[in-house]
């Protein structure tokens, strides 16, 4: 069973490459720490479709990263703070499961190890290597039944204007 509840918080104003998690634990902890770590971040190239690709495997995800530290649980209201740089999504099985953006909570409860699983975003639009699920056939682009002008449908497949974070 799962000791935390997670609450996102939202990052300072402006700020689009940070996170704020706080955990609230529920049990007692040992050592009152919380180890975390997340995939490197998002890269941001200088061409749109080259920015923000999953990496392809885990190792390729994780080389690096500067999204890791450990948090020590306050005493009194045993809560913490994480702020973290946004990971980005990677590959897993060959290529073909694609891993949403999360950080891994590792602590450890009665001289026992358990690591978390935190899902961050859904996933960062547009930016898979492979087709989406969603795509089973050629007939996937017939589900528009009328007529529809070349700008209405880039307004309504456009990319959004924020990152739909899981809550």
Do not use: C, W
């Not at 706080?22 to 920015?51: L, Y």
């Not at 990677?90 to 499961?97: D, H, R, V």
């Amino acid at each position: 069973m799962d000791p935390f509840t997670y609450y996102f918080q939202t990052p300072d104003r402006g700020d689009m490459n940070h996170l704020r998690l706080k955990i609230v634990s529920t049990e007692k902890i040992d050592d009152d720490t919380v180890t975390f770590i997340g995939a490197n971040p998002p890269d941001q190239r200088t061409s749109f479709s080259g920015s923000a690709l999953p990496f392809p495997n885990e190792e390729h995800a994780y080389e690096n990263t500067p999204t890791h530290g450990v948090v020590e649980l306050d005493a009194q209201e045993y809560e913490a703070v994480i702020t973290f740089l946004i990971p980005n999504a990677y590959y897993t099985n060959m290529g073909n499961t694609y891993v949403n953006p999360h950080l891994k909570l590792v602590y450890k409860q009665k001289g026992i190890m358990y690591e978390r699983k935190v899902d961050v975003l859904d996933e960062i639009p547009f930016r898979t290597l492979t087709y989406p699920k969603t795509r089973t056939s050629p007939h996937y682009y017939r589900h528009h039944n009328e007529v529809a002008s070349q700008e209405s449908l880039l307004r309504a497949n456009g990319y959004p204007s924020q990152f739909t974070f899981t809550s």
